[in-house]
């Protein structure tokens, strides 16, 4: 989706609405494009922050987890993109890190810090999301390579990553968990096609990947064959922890407060004391879940290993928390969010639908959208509360 605002029918599209910058789109609520994050990644390494919590040794800052919060935190007051949402960093780079031969580090960390590759994770399939273990995508060693059959779906930033970390089959004949491996694969390789999926914020965020005799180097297995159930359950604590998101929700109740009391859209919403009292009581949960991941992220930093079920917890009470700041944005914004869609030949639906609207809108609206997905990714939160129980109950 490109970040057009084009004002189909309120004449000549000025360029400051047709490319903003940055932080602009962000502070505006858009989803970081390809543009944005290969931009982004740039800028933190050149001024060494785009590793922050990992050790000096495999190229990274050597914050601790409090240090690389507070970074975090500042870059979400700025408007700045996640530091955090990048999945070389946060989810596959620690895997390499602890389970990876010196050989894998040597060549995938330096991309990762200089953001020069970008990658995806290859783990969901049509059958297998929630229960995850049943996975088909096969592995079959045929001398040097791995050859891969099957599909992913779901897939982050498939449509422009370069590498993916995935998660696939190599021994069929044992228990579900036990016959799976992690693995390397560059998305380039003759074999792989990727089918972008639109969502229901009008844009392109995730992906069906189809892998049909795809050879991959059998040097590419990350850590030991049959033993992929265990670094993925590493990884997953680490995107459970990363999808909290408290200092971007922070930054969004900052954004609620002012136009809660600028009355750009008519109303001065802080006068309401519904609205207010609703306001206070997200501040309440926000301070709660960050004092919340400021223990996890003490406790057990992101080389660590996470504890599972909290991670969970994080994860359960930040997509809920995710969806109504953004919920109560559009409370705000109000008439302007109300569905004007258009004929079918009018093109793209988002220029279409929000030409005239003020320049907080689109945003507002395909992030409010965008986040009914948040209970879903990263694993289901029914799914997470099975985890969080297992934990508590059966000790
Ligand atoms: C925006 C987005 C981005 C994503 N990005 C990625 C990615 O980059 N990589 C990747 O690998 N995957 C990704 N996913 C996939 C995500 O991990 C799965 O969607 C998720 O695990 C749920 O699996 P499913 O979609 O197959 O739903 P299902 O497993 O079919 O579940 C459907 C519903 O049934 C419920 N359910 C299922 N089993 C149980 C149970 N045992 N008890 C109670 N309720 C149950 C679920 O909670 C859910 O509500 C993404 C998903 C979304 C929406």
């Not at 919590?53 to 919060?69: H, I």
């Not at 229960?131 to 599909?151: H, P, R």
């Not at 993916?164 to 380039?188: E, H, N």
Request: aromatic share 10%; glycine share 8%; charged share 25%.
């Amino acid at each position: 989706m490109s970040l057009k605002f084009s004002g189909r029918k309120s004449g000549p599209i000025s360029s400051a609405r047709c490319l903003p910058t940055l932080p602009v789109a962000r502070g505006r609520g858009w989803h970081p494009t390809e543009r944005d994050n290969r931009e982004w990644m740039r800028i933190l390494a050149e001024n060494g922050w785009s590793l922050p919590e990992w050790p000096v040794e495999y190229g990274g800052a050597g914050w601790s987890p409090l240090k690389a919060y507070i970074f975090e935190d500042e870059c979400a007051a700025a408007d700045a993109p996640h530091v955090q949402w990048r999945a070389g960093y946060s989810l596959v780079g620690p895997v390499i890190c602890n389970f990876g031969t010196d050989a894998q580090k040597a060549r995938y960390l330096p991309t990762i810090r200089d953001g020069r590759e970008l990658w995806c994770q290859g783990f969901s399939e049509p059958d297998a999301g929630s229960d995850l273990a049943s996975l088909k995508t096969s592995a079959v060693l045929d001398g040097d390579e791995y050859v891969i059959n099957g599909q992913k779906i779901w897939t982050s930033e498939a449509q422009y990553a370069d590498l993916m970390f995935a998660l696939v089959r190599t021994d069929p004949a044992v228990k579900a968990q036990r016959g799976l491996s992690c693995i390397i694969i560059d998305m380039k390789t003759p074999g792989l096609t990727v089918r972008p999926i639109e969502t229901i914020d009008n844009a392109v965020h995730v992906n069906e990947v189809f892998f049909e005799n795809v050879r991959v180097p059998a040097a590419n297995l990350v850590g030991e064959a049959n033993m992929g159930w265990t670094y993925a359950k590493f990884l997953l604590g680490n995107e459970r922890h990363s999808n909290a998101l408290v200092q971007r929700i922070k930054r969004e109740i900052r954004k609620l407060r002012e136009l809660a009391q600028n009355g750009e859209f008519g109303e001065r919403f802080i006068e309401k004391p519904t609205f207010k009292r609703k306001l206070s009581e997200l501040e309440i949960d926000v301070a709660a879940l960050e004092w919340a991941v400021l223990r996890s992220a003490t406790a057990h930093g992101q080389m660590a290993g996470r504890d599972m079920a909290f991670a969970s917890g994080l994860k359960v009470e930040a997509s809920y928390l995710q969806q109504r700041v953004a919920d109560m944005q559009l409370e705000i914004i109000g008439p302007w969010v109300a569905p004007d869609f258009p004929e079918p030949d009018e093109g793209p639906w988002i220029e279409a639908r929000f030409g005239d609207a003020p320049e907080d809108v689109p945003g507002a609206m395909t992030k409010a959208l965008f986040r009914r997905a948040a209970p879903i990714y990263g694993g289901a939160n029914e799914i997470q509360r099975g985890i969080i129980w297992r934990a508590v109950f059966q000790k």
